[in-house]
């Protein structure tokens, strides 16, 4: 049946305007219009309602047609009849005829790549003169093994807003055991997909995936789940939608059987085209591990980058002696593993590559979180020199790099104080040993000449001395007792 539907649209596809309106005149449809009109209803009717008479009335007309031609060929005008246009132009359709013939009696058929070729209706012949076709952008987490169809535009069929575009096609043996054998990223999706893209009809460059309007996908008569809008939590803000490829492979028939693909899709004057590829979709800890084998810069390409952000600039009035870099991941406040930047960026700070390859793949923006510019995949670095220090300097958050390309740590300020451990201070003048001056009984109000202040003891304790030394000051009996102090002799002045 897939070969028997192959063969009628390609016969469809090289009748004339009388061909066409005999076979739409035949199952009682309408024979007015251009000749694109009556292309797109006469696919349409092989595409939903060919039955065997109407595949027989196809093969009909068609073998009429070449008969006609065969005649032709086999009985030729006089050569001094025709002008030399004449036979320039009979003997290219007689060239384009045969290759007809040839492509239809054929056997080895690419039936996805046959397939692919029509949408909304209408058959998509090799242009004469080449044209500049859509291109998406790659994407990093998926792979792209095969293309079932390429870029092709939603032509609006009226003047109505909401748009239907069909689409029909079949995988190889091939295909379906790639997706059968592939691993499960998750229950019940296989790493290997057929996706569709979204993208608009722009030429200029490579198109991001974006969605039409009041978007709806059907695969074999199943609504396929499209990304909804993420919420704006900022007033006047419309909520985005992430557009990224729909995976169809859960509705798909896995095997000979033609799968029918309809879009629905808004007509409010954008143009749009869509796009169908069997990939092979990748992990973040895939593409981590991917970066890790050929993303990784030398440690000297690293110093001679500091040198360089370090260098002299004879133009400038303020010298730089250094540049601090933080070993905290930006991301997520924590301490990094894999150091990495893209290798646009014009800064030394480096965020977690684990981090913001997780971050991507769940809502993919590929923004730099230091600079906040484009940091795509492809452009992506392991910092070498950053992942040794991060092995040697366990005990620090900061590093700073010196003009010689060398870096020494930045640590807390709690950290680079140095509290001495007898924290005892000394009031007045002390013994030239070291030792502690004894109270002297002939002194004034009968106090000692120098002060020893325990700063070990709290504030509790001090009061409490206080009140003691109160009440010896008022008794004016006996001598005073020494202060108590639980340091041995020797000790020396903290200041």
């Not at 008969?67 to 050569?79: D, H, I, L, Y």
């Not at 620090?396 to 680079?416: H, M, N, T, Y």
């Not at 004016?476 to 102090?485: A, L, M, T």
Request: charged share 25%; proline share 8%.
């Amino acid at each position: 049946m897939a070969a028997e539907l192959v063969e009628a649209k390609n016969m469809v596809m090289s009748f004339r305007v009388s061909d066409l309106q005999m076979l739409l005149g035949f199952v009682g449809r309408s024979k007015s219009g251009l000749k694109h009109e009556l292309v797109t209803r006469a696919l349409q009717l092989v595409q939903f309602d060919c039955s065997p008479e109407v595949f027989k009335k196809i093969k009909e007309l068609y073998e009429t047609r070449y008969a006609k031609k065969s005649s032709e060929v086999a009985q030729p005008q006089p050569q001094q009849h025709r002008s030399p246009e004449a036979l320039s132009i009979h003997s290219s359709y007689d060239r384009g005829s045969t290759v007809a013939r040839t492509s239809i009696s054929t056997t080895n058929i690419d039936y996805p790549a046959l397939y692919g070729k029509y949408l909304n209706g209408l058959g998509r012949l090799p242009p004469k003169v080449a044209k500049p076709e859509v291109r998406l952008v790659k994407l990093p987490f998926y792979t792209t093994l095969d293309e079932l169809l390429k870029p092709t535009e939603l032509v609006p069929q009226s003047n109505e807003k909401l748009q239907e575009s069909p689409c029909i096609f079949a995988l190889t043996p091939r295909q379906v055991e790639l997706i059968r054998n592939s691993k499960e990223l998750q229950p019940g999706v296989k790493s290997v997909q057929v996706v569709l893209r979204i993208c608009y009809t722009d030429t200029s460059s490579p198109q991001e995936d974006q969605y039409p309007p009041n978007i709806a996908v059907k695969v074999n008569h199943n609504y396929c789940s499209v990304p909804g809008y993420y919420p704006s939590n900022k007033p006047g803000v419309e909520p985005k939608r992430p557009c990224r490829p729909i995976n169809l492979t859960h509705f798909m028939y896995l095997s000979a059987a033609t799968n029918r693909i309809t879009v629905t899709w808004g007509n409010y004057g954008k143009s749009y085209s869509v796009g169908l590829y069997l990939v092979r979709q990748m992990t973040s800890a895939e593409l981590l591990q991917r970066l890790k084998t050929i993303g990784v810069k030398h440690p000297e390409l690293c110093k001679a980058l500091v040198k360089e952000k370090l260098r002299l600039d004879p133009d400038s009035e303020i010298a730089t002696t250094g540049v601090r870099v933080s070993l905290i991941c930006p991301l997520v406040k924590m301490r990094l593993s894999v150091p990495c930047r893209a290798e646009t960026c014009a800064h030394l700070q480096c965020f977690d590559a684990v981090f913001y390859l997780q971050m991507n793949e769940k809502k993919p923006t590929w923004m730099c979180p230091v600079c906040d510019k484009p940091a795509p995949y492809d452009q992506l670095i392991i910092d070498g020199l950053l992942s040794k220090i991060l092995t040697e300097c366990e005990d620090a958050d900061e590093i700073e790099f010196l003009v010689d390309g060398s870096w020494c740590p930045i640590r807390a300020e709690k950290e680079r104080s140095c509290s001495p451990q007898c924290p005892i201070l000394v009031l007045g003048s002390s013994d030239v040993n070291g030792l502690l001056p004894t109270p002297n009984s002939n002194g004034e109000n009968g106090k000692a000449t120098a002060d020893v202040v325990d700063l070990t003891l709290d504030s509790s304790s001090s009061e409490e001395e206080e009140e003691e030394d109160e009440e010896e000051d008022d008794d004016d009996e006996g001598p005073q007792p020494k202060r108590r102090c639980s340091y041995e002799k020797g000790l020396v002045s903290a200041c």
